[in-house]
């Protein structure tokens, strides 16, 4: 177990940043060239993402304060993973438009690190600013040498992640800035390479290091009032909250960047939560309440993949009446 605990630690804060680097580049390229050019356009998937936090989070207090539930587990149902968020959508949503992806990828972004910033300011109490601080001049170094030294901004980018990772901030915030800074002549090049390095070794490894737990699984725990309210405020708030402030973002700049059909399927493929969630249970001092917490989280994640099924499935039929109804 202790073995598996720092394999968790070193893929999470290592070969996790690559997925999150390569995330970057992709966002980069959404907010030049993809759905998001549009001014200040990006502020949809944001905003959609706060929705995503708020309403699972509220749901979650508001069960919690009509039971026995321990409110201080508010934060475990808000974060969406990633990289499962994105395997899921190529594995059981296919065929889906680049609109989808590019709306997942900026809302997911922003959903990990406003969990990052909930984690830093509520449970993390030592913040390194001096830390913080070369990593940005780090950064700005890495931004300025990698267009004509690339292997000398390899370096600048390994040496910004070992000094941002002791700063109290995940380190997954680098692999996101790092990619931003890409330019868009390196990005195609460094996607085709570690597309499958990360699809094939980085994703499996996160998920089973995730899952290594020790289970202690009983009806009573299952059906716990914890257990239960993570599921409902999940399920019901990710979806709620990023379809709801999703809509009214592209309502309020009256730019339509994805269809309300397309938003809801997002707003399920949200639901995906693991290893964040599973840091805010270990974080919150649950005390004998953290199994149940686990718990909650992993029931919670094959019936969120059910939920994302029958979505894109209603998506595919509407999407079939419209072109019968067109013929």
Do not use: C
């Not at 995503?52 to 508001?62: D, N, R, S, V």
């Not at 960047?257 to 249970?281: E, Q, Y």
């Not at 894109?312 to 109804?325: D, F, Y």
Request: glycine share 8%.
């Amino acid at each position: 177990m202790e073995f598996m605990n720092s394999a968790r630690d070193w893929i999470t804060t290592g070969p996790l940043v690559l997925f999150f680097f390569l995330a970057g580049i992709e966002l980069r390229a959404e907010l030049l060239d993809g759905a998001f050019r549009k001014r200040f356009s990006f502020l949809i998937p944001f905003t959609a993402a706060v929705g995503g936090m708020i309403a699972p989070a509220l749901i979650y207090f508001l069960i919690a304060k009509n039971s026995s539930a321990p409110e201080s587990a508010w934060g475990v149902p808000m974060a969406t993973d990633l990289p499962l968020a994105l395997l899921a959508l190529s594995l059981l949503a296919t065929k889906v438009s680049n609109r989808i992806r590019g709306f997942l990828l900026a809302l997911a972004i922003a959903d990990d690190l406003g969990s990052i910033i909930v984690v830093a300011i509520v449970y993390h109490h030592h913040i390194d600013l001096f830390r913080i601080l070369i990593s940005a001049v780090l950064l700005l170094t890495f931004w300025k040498t990698a267009p004509r030294f690339p292997l000398v901004a390899l370096l600048i980018g390994l040496l910004t992640w070992g000094v941002f990772k002791e700063s109290g901030i995940h380190p997954t915030v680098i692999g996101v800035l790092l990619g931003l800074l890409i330019n868009h002549n390196e990005s195609e090049w460094l996607v085709k390479k570690l597309t499958p390095v990360i699809n094939y070794l980085v994703i499996p490894a996160f998920i089973i290091t995730t899952l290594w737990i020790p289970w202690k699984l009983s009806a009573a725990l299952i059906f716990s009032p914890i257990v239960i309210g993570l599921v409902v405020s999940r399920l019901i708030g990710k979806p709620l909250g990023i379809f709801i402030f999703g809509a009214l973002a592209m309502r309020t700049m009256g730019h339509v960047v994805i269809s309300k059909r397309d938003l809801f399927l997002v707003g399920t493929l949200g639901t995906v939560g693991l290893s964040v969630s599973m840091l805010f249970a270990n974080l919150a001092q649950l005390g004998q309440d953290l199994n149940g917490a686990l718990l909650g989280v992993l029931i919670t994640l094959p019936l969120a993949i059910v939920l994302i099924i029958i979505s894109a499935q209603m998506l595919k039929a509407s999407r079939i009446q419209e072109r019968s109804q067109e013929r």
